[in-house]
């Protein structure tokens, strides 16, 4: 049976395929859609959403070490925050099959950097594997639990954006049920105290020699012969990018098992042409240890060191052209920068936290981010995720050292990053006596990769119902005594609450709790905020003097006729939720009757 999917939903459907018990994730794009298409084998498959990416890790290490196959799937940042358990798991080994699917986004399209999880294949000492098409993504994956097993490793399984979001044709097959291992005590394998783990670093390094022989044998690396004047090395989508552009003109290799590197079946194809290019995406991964073993090479300093390496990028470098396109005008094309949504529950929170002077915003990873953008201009930095807090709580230390700076910090992040990563940071605050303002949005759900469950939502991956984390009591379990719950819609009710705790000589806690304007509604929600977006908002025109106040407010529902000099509202975008009417100062919004 062939099917159209993406890398993403190949991966699900190959770890049905493969046997896999178990599966974990934290949502991040691109890697996203990989669990949430594994619901849909529920029946054969156990999956669940972590609060974050080193428990999932670890949750799926140790249903791998009680004898099933299990994978654990994240963005390449998230790799990060479970890198710890991941250099250890190397030394430990695995008694079912593990899979670490990590998803790299080179150009970064939504993420803060651009870093190549390659080098953690090496770092590691874990072998890794490199798809470059959907079906390649579900046929590789099955493999990849037969290395892990045979080998006694995890297994690094690398994705990037094209692959991931990309449709292909796939061959799909019936599902092999893979018994559970055995699960038997041992030690000396599974409890790294130090004198363990001494003699399992010996057993990695003997490991990756076998591994260098699987890799120069197996036909997941292959080469093509063509033209001989140049030949091209390449892994993952690069491979069919450089096809697309050179096609025959050209002979290939193609490395599918990428760590250990093929260094002599790549030799054997570096003798067969007259000049050897790598085409690959971020890091010279490849280049570098092809010119460690004496092989010969042109890749960075003639391809770039960032972004997406397509046709038409490869084709400039090489060729110093690309391809004819239609011509268009740069000033008819109307600029669409990201925004937050019409009636987003942030929207009204950072206008009234923007009209507070000499505060440092400290920032984190969500929608919220885009508050850093006009006309809120309110976020100072982004890091990582549940970095807010932290840093804030550093950056209030060094202005409470001058006495002359009456600067104030304000760390602001979501419901979900707080679950991730911000209760430790929150811990820090409290432990270290930092005087600032934390506040935790709670939209009551994981809004920026697409509507997650996550701990305070009151149900699992699985729409299973759950209990659901109280924020006011872990928050005061955290030590915080001065906590507040806002509706960030009123803005009155923002304006009295951030005076409150600007006012406070100690940290506190600010939660603004409403849904996300885009998320479906539970029927807790609708019992809780059933009287919100009853009727849209309108302006009179007759009132309306073209003041700007409501534009101010940053929402995509409202518009300025310059000629008129009148606001107008979308609407088709407008969902009511009242922030632009508490703005106008000659009261021409009004809700509309019914």
């Keep these: 049976m062939k099917k159209l999917l993406t890398g993403n939903e190949a991966i699900a459907r190959g770890a049905w395929e493969a046997g896999v018990r178990f599966a974990a994730a934290y949502p991040g794009t691109p890697s996203t859609e990989i669990l949430e298409n594994i619901l849909n084998y529920q029946e054969d498959i156990y999956a669940e959403w972590a609060p974050n990416e080193k428990v999932a890790f670890e949750s799926a290490a140790g249903a791998a070490l009680a004898g099933a196959r299990a994978l654990v799937s994240m963005k390449h940042v998230g790799v990060n925050v479970a890198a710890d358990p991941l250099f250890t798991l190397s030394y430990i080994g695995v008694n079912g099959g593990f899979v670490l699917v990590s998803a790299d986004e080179p150009g970064m399209h939504s993420s803060q950097n651009e870093q190549d999880n390659r080098n953690y294949a090496r770092f590691a000492k874990i072998p890794m594997f490199e798809p470059s098409t959907s079906h390649e993504a579900k046929e590789m994956l099955q493999e990849a639990y ?144 092809l010119k460690a073993n004496g092989i010969e090479c042109i890749g960075k300093d003639m391809f770039p060191f960032t972004g997406e390496m397509t046709p038409d990028v490869i084709r400039s470098s090489f060729y110093g052209t690309t391809l004819e396109t239609l011509e268009f005008s740069d000033d008819e094309v109307v600029a669409r920068p990201p925004t937050l949504c019409a009636g987003c529950p942030h929207r009204g929170f950072f206008y009234e936290l923007a009209k507070k002077r000499n505060v440092f915003i400290s920032g984190d990873i969500g929608c919220y981010t885009l508050a850093f953008a006009p006309p809120y201009n309110a976020m100072d930095t982004v890091i990582c995720m549940g970095g807010s807090i932290s840093m804030g709580h550093g950056a209030q230390k060094v202005f409470d050292m001058n006495k002359d700076n009456k600067m104030k910090v304000v760390s602001v992040l979501g419901d979900s990053t707080f679950f991730h990563t911000g209760i430790n940071s929150l811990l820090n605050v409290t432990y270290n006596q930092s005087n600032t303002v ?130 107008s509202i979308d609407r088709n975008q407008c969902v009511g939720c009242e922030v632009c009417l508490q703005t106008c100062p000659v009261k021409a919004i009004t809700k509309e009757r019914k």
């Design 438 to 567: 934390n506040v935790i949005l709670d939209n009551r759900i994981t809004g920026m990769t697409g509507h997650q469950e996550n701990p305070g939502t009151g149900y699992t991956a699985g729409g299973q119902a759950a209990p659901e984390i109280d924020l006011v009591a872990l928050v005061k379990a955290c030590g915080i005594n001065q906590v507040k719950v806002v509706d960030p819609n009123n803005l009155a009710e923002v304006k009295q609450v951030l005076d409150w705790a600007f006012a406070l000589n100690e940290p506190s806690v600010i939660i603004t709790r409403w849904p996300c304007v885009l998320k479906r509604f539970s029927p807790e929600d609708k019992t809780e905020f059933q009287n919100a977006f009853q009727s849209k908002s309108v302006i009179d025109h007759e009132k309306c003097i073209g003041c700007r106040i409501c534009i101010r407010t940053g929402c995509p529902a409202l518009s300025f006729d310059k000629a008129a000099k009148k606001a």
């Design 146 to 289: 037969r290395v892990s097993e045979e080998y006694d490793t995890p297994v690094l399984f690398r994705l990037t954006t094209r692959l991931c979001h990309s449709k292909g044709v796939v061959d799909c097959q019936d599902r092999v049920e893979v018994p559970v291992a055995e699960y038997q005590k041992n030690a000396a394998k599974t409890v790294t105290v130090p004198a363990n783990a001494r003699k399992l670093r010996y057993k990695v390094e003997e490991r990756m020699v076998k591994l260098y022989d699987y890799a120069n044998k197996s036909p997941l690396n292959f080469s093509e012969i063509n033209n001989t004047k140049i030949g091209i090395i390449a892994s993952g989508v690069a491979y069919h990018f450089a096809y697309e552009v050179f096609g025959k003109q050209a002979s290939y290799f193609k490395l599918g098992f990428s760590n250990p590197m093929p260094i002599e079946k790549i030799r054997e194809f570096a003798d067969q042409v007259e000049q050897l290019y790598v085409i690959e995406e971020n890091d010279p991964f490849i280049e570098n240890q």
